[in-house]
C-alpha cells in the first residue's frame, strides 16, 4: 500500500517560487501515476500536474503550464512540484496523489486511491 507525505509549502509573494516535495513509501507499480491536485477555499478541488512513474510522460494544467514543472526521482520515490512566476489565484492546499490510472483518466481525481495531507501554499499579491 502506498503513502504518502507532502513538504515544502509556505508563503510567497507574488512572481516567487516554491517547491513542492512527494515522498513515497511502498511500491510504485508500472501503471501508476503520482500527480499534484490543489483545492483553494470554497473551491473543488482542482488538477495541477502529473507523471507516469514508469514512463516518461507529464501533464499540466493549462492555468499551470509553462510555470509549474513535476519531476520525479525513482531512487528517493519522490515527486517534486517546483511552481516558478506564482499567483494570488494559485493560493490553496496541495495534495499530491498516486494511483494505477491510464492516461484518459490522469487529470481526474477519481482515480487516484491514495492521498496525502495537503500542504498550504499561499502567495500574496
Known amino acids: 500500500q502506498v503513502h504518502l507525505v507532502e513538504s515544502g509549502g509556505g508563503s510567497v509573494q507574488a512572481g516567487g517560487s516554491l517547491r513542492l516535495s512527494c515522498a513515497a513509501s511502498g511500491s510504485l507499480y508500472s501503471g501508476y501515476a503520482v500527480g499534484w491536485f490543489r483545492q483553494a477555499p470554497g473551491k473543488e478541488r482542482d488538477f495541477v500536474a502529473s507523471l507516469k512513474w514508469n514512463g516518461g510522460s507529464s501533464y499540466y494544467a493549462d492555468s499551470v503550464k509553462g510555470r509549474f514543472t513535476i519531476s520525479k526521482d525513482s531512487a528517493k520515490k519522490t515527486v517534486d512540484l517546483q511552481m516558478n512566476s506564482l499567483k494570488a489565484e494559485d493560493t490553496a492546499v496541495y495534495y499530491c496523489?498516486?494511483?494505477?490510472?491510464?492516461?484518459?483518466?490522469?487529470?481526474?481525481?477519481?482515480?487516484?486511491?491514495?492521498w496525502g495531507q495537503g500542504t498550504q501554499v499561499t502567495v500574496s499579491s
Open positions: 496523489a498516486a494511483g494505477r490510472l491510464s492516461t484518459s483518466g490522469i487529470r481526474s481525481g477519481r482515480g487516484y486511491a491514495t
